[in-house]
């Protein structure tokens, strides 16, 4: 019986972990393969993230639109996507000079997206202007200027290229929010209040373009780990505040979001929230029992003053 037991019982984990592992693999391959000839557009494909998803993007056989502010380092990405894809799978990205701040010119800018390959099957809106501050010292221009990045620059792209989307019956747009689009984290109020911002847009966008086939997709993560920084222990580490926001989310890969961002948009999942279990918990009480949140931010908040004044 304990012999048997000894037997079974790894075997019985080994069989169950190759089914899951067939089972994602299965689903990898369908979601790349649900990708292929589509026109997809990704607003700052240059970014970490934006240039992972444009690397799974390609190789899933998509017919991409790559926007970005730089010219050269678009040209960068183009020359290293073709450099190592098989070209008989695979097509030469298109290249669009795009700062998703300028709201002027985004009428044009959608026309010129448009242009590109005729229609946009999926724009992927990954654009952002991050900000870190005490909201007393942060000017309204940049307010202003984190605003028209994070909102108004993307609704006005969305709302260019939505009449075609109608019109053809069909097409999804998805937003790359992060956490701060459901709690506000102190010292990020521009960047928080833009995310809760376009969140809100999205999903009222989702509600009133069901009935026209297009679907509306967000995903959030919490922290995306860069590839060259590594977090630094420091004080701060030991605080509450850092724990709870920080420490557990350290470690979501940019190829760990652009696999999600890619599943996301191939099963037309409506929302997906990539977060460790603290942070995850952290936006549940923000909802059940704000008052613990509250208390657990603020008290975050004082300890930091606190140990900055240790420091001094
Ligand atoms: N990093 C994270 O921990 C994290 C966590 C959750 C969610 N997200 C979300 O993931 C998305 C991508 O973030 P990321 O961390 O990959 O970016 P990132 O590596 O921090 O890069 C920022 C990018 O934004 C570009 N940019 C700034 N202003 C712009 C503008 N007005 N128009 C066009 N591009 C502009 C910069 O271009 P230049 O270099 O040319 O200036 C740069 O490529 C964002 O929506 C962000 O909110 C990130």
Redo the contacts with the bound molecule.
């Keep these: 019986m304990g012999l048997l037991t000894f037997l079974i019982v790894p075997l019985l984990i080994l069989g169950i972990s190759g089914i899951i592992y067939i089972y994602r693999e299965v689903a990898r391959l369908m979601s790349r393969s649900a990708l292929k000839n589509k026109v997809v557009v990704i ?2 494909a ?5 240039k992972e998803c444009s690397r799974v993007f390609h190789a899933a056989g998509a017919r991409l639109v790559l926007c ?3 010219w050269e ?1 678009l040209e960068a990405l183009h020359d290293a996507l073709i450099s190592v894809a098989d070209p008989s799978v695979t097509f030469t990205p298109k290249l669009v000079l ?4 300028d709201i002027n010119n985004m009428e044009a800018m959608g026309k010129e997206i448009q242009d590109c390959y005729g229609c946009v099957d999926v724009l992927i809106n ?5 900000m870190k501050g005490p909201l007393q010292s942060v000017s309204l221009e940049l307010d202003e200027k984190i605003m028209d ?1 994070n909102y108004f ?1 993307p609704i006005t792209l969305v709302k260019a290229i939505l009449p075609h989307m109608i019109s053809r019956r069909t097409g999804q747009i998805v937003l ?4 701060q689009g459901k709690i506000g984290v102190p010292f990020r109020a521009a960047y928080a209040a833009s ?1 809760h911002a376009i969140q809100g847009f999205f999903d009222c966008l989702r509600a009133e373009v069901e009935e026209f086939d297009v679907s509306v997709s967000t995903v ?5 780990r ?1 590839y060259h920084i590594q977090p630094q222990p420091g004080n701060w580490e030991a605080s509450i505040w850092k724990f709870f926001f920080r420490k557990l989310s350290y470690g979501v890969h ?1 190829m760990e979001v652009a696999e999600e961002v890619l599943s996301t948009v191939s099963r037309k999942k409506q929302e997906v929230f990539m977060a460790n279990p603290i942070p995850r918990a952290a936006v549940y009480i923000r909802t059940f029992l704000p008052e613990l949140f509250f208390a657990v931010v603020a008290t975050g908040v004082k300890e930091k003053h606190f140990l900055e004044e240790e420091e001094k």
């Design positions: 607003t700052d240059i970014s970490g993230l934006g970005g502010k730089t380092k795009l700062d998703i701040s990954n654009a952002s202007m991050k990045a620059g790359v929010n992060t956490i995310k959030s993560p919490t922290f995306i860069s940019p």
